[in-house]
């Protein structure tokens, strides 16, 4: 059975930091692309954060030298380091596993919730 179970969000003041992980089971951890996603209320879901299974990074502009995703195919777990966080970060992060080729088999977390408030 498939599971990717996300943790760590809460509610933090501007310019906090939140850690944030996915515990992924059932599937190859280390074969997939690992990719954190955000969906504010009102608006599409986007894509925050990208490491591939070579552990490349790619990352939305708009978090750009705030956060950081990080892997451990050991512990089959991906991380997103929020630091700087804006009131425009609040959103609920979903973990996204996309599988390798043939059969790009995809997964997708329940979320965790991410308040910035003062």
């Known amino acids: 059975q498939v599971q990717l179970v996300e943790s760590g969000g809460g509610l933090v003041q501007p310019g906090g930091s939140l850690r944030l992980s996915c515990a992924a089971s059932?599937?190859?951890?280390?074969?997939?692309?690992m990719s954190w996603y955000r969906q504010a209320p009102g608006k599409e879901r986007e894509l925050v954060a990208r490491?591939?299974?070579?552990?490349?990074?790619n990352y939305a502009d708009s978090v750009k030298g705030r956060f950081t995703i990080s892997r451990d195919n050991t512990q089959n777990t991906v991380n997103l380091q929020m630091n700087s966080l804006e009131f425009e970060d609040t959103a609920v992060y979903l973990c996204?596993?996309?599988?390798?080729?043939?059969?790009?088999?995809?997964?997708w977390g329940q979320g965790t919730q991410v308040t910035v408030s003062s």
């Open positions: 996204f596993a996309n599988g390798p080729a043939p059969w790009r088999r995809t997964y």
């Open positions: 059932g599937f190859t951890f280390s074969s997939y692309d």
């Open positions: 490491i591939n299974n070579y552990g490349a990074t």
